[in-house]
C-alpha cells in the first residue's frame, strides 16, 4: 500500500523546515545506515542528536498528529523522531530494505519499523532525479511530490532513491510501529476508514449504513490491533 498525503506540512512550516536546514550542519548520511546499506548510501544527513533535529522534529510530529490520512494509513503506535536527509548532485541510494528494528533515541526503547514516511521539502522543480522508487506488487512506483508533501509505505519494500543530476532535494524520514503489524490487515482498515469518510459525506452519521461501517471499523481494530 503506496499512499501519497498532499500538504501535511503547511507551506510556512515548509519555509522554516528549510530556513533551519539551511543553517544546519551536514553529515555523512551513512552514519544511520547498517552496514549493508552504507554500501549504497550517499547523501547527508543533519545528526539525530542536534538541536535543529529536534526542533524541526516536533514540527513534523505535531503535523502528523493533526492529518488523518496519515494516522488512517499508518496506525502508529509508535512513531521514531523524524531525521533529514539531502540529496545533492551526484548523490544516491541504491536499492534496499530499512531495517526491521530502530533504537528510539536517549531513550533505550525500540521499535518494528512497520511503516515508513517521506516529506518531501524541496519542489521537483529545484532538481533533477532523485525520484523515490519503490518496488510493490505492481512493479517500481516513481515517487517525486511538492515541498509539503508525503508518501508512506511498507517499509517490508525494496526501494531506492535515483542520483540527483541537477539542484538538491532535501526531506524528512522516519519510521513508525503500526498498531496493525500485518500490512494486508492495515491496507484493508485504511479502505475501509476512506469508504467510511466518503459515506459521511453523503448520509448523517446516525444513518444506520455509516453506524453499521463504523462498528465493523472498530471491532477489526479492536481484534488486530496490537498495544
Known amino acids: 500500500m503506496l499512499i501519497q498525503i498532499p500538504d501535511i506540512l503547511t507551506p510556512e512550516e515548509v519555509a522554516h523546515c528549510r530556513a533551519v536546514l539551511d543553517a544546519s550542519p551536514w553529515v555523512d548520511g551513512r552514519v544511520?545506515?547498517?552496514p549493508q546499506a552504507a554500501k549504497s548510501k550517499f547523501n547527508l544527513q543533519i545528526p539525530v542528536e542536534s538541536?535543529?533535529?529536534?526542533?524541526?522534529?516536533?514540527?513534523?510530529?505535531?503535523?502528523?498528529?493533526?492529518?488523518?490520512?496519515?494516522?488512517?494509513?499508518?496506525?502508529?503506535?509508535?512513531?521514531?523522531?523524524?531525521?533529514?536527509?539531502?540529496?545533492?548532485?551526484g548523490m544516491k541510494f541504491g536499492a534496499h530494505v530499512d531495517g526491521s528494528i530502530r533504537s528510539i533515541p536517549g531513550t533505550g526503547q525500540r521499535l518494528r519499523a512497520d511503516v515508513s514516511t517521506t516529506i518531501f521539502l524541496t519542489?521537483?522543480?529545484e532538481y533533477d532525479g532523485g525520484e523515490l522508487v519503490i518496488?510493490?506488487?505492481?512493479?517500481?512506483?516513481?515517487?517525486?511530490?511538492?515541498?509539503?508533501?508525503?508518501?508512506?509505505?511498507?517499509?517490508?519494500?525494496?526501494?531506492?532513491?535515483?542520483?540527483?543530476?541537477?539542484?538538491s532535494r532535501w526531506g524528512s524520514f522516519f519510521w513508525s510501529q503500526s498498531m496493525i503489524r500485518d500490512q494486508g490487515q492495515r491496507a484493508m482498515l485504511y479502505d475501509?476508514?476512506?469508504?467510511?469518510?466518503?459515506?459521511?459525506?453523503?448520509l448523517p452519521d446516525e444513518d444506520p449504513a455509516v453506524l453499521a461501517l463504523a462498528n465493523v471499523y472498530h471491532n477489526l481494530v479492536r481484534s488486530w490491533?496490537?498495544?
Open 32 to 34: 544511520s545506515a547498517g
Open 51 to 89: 538541536r535543529e533535529a529536534q526542533e524541526l522534529g516536533d514540527v513534523i510530529l505535531r503535523a502528523l498528529g493533526r492529518n488523518p490520512i496519515f494516522n488512517s494509513a499508518a496506525m502508529p503506535l509508535r512513531v521514531l523522531p523524524p531525521m533529514f536527509n539531502r540529496y545533492d548532485v
Open 123 to 125: 519542489d521537483p522543480a
Open 192 to 202: 475501509l476508514d476512506m469508504a467510511i469518510m466518503a459515506t459521511r459525506t453523503k
Open 135 to 167: 518496488e510493490d506488487a505492481y512493479g517500481a512506483q516513481e515517487v517525486k511530490l511538492p515541498a509539503g508533501h508525503a508518501v508512506v509505505y511498507p517499509a517490508t519494500s525494496l526501494h531506492s532513491v535515483n542520483e540527483i543530476t541537477r539542484g
Open 225 to 227: 490491533a496490537e498495544l
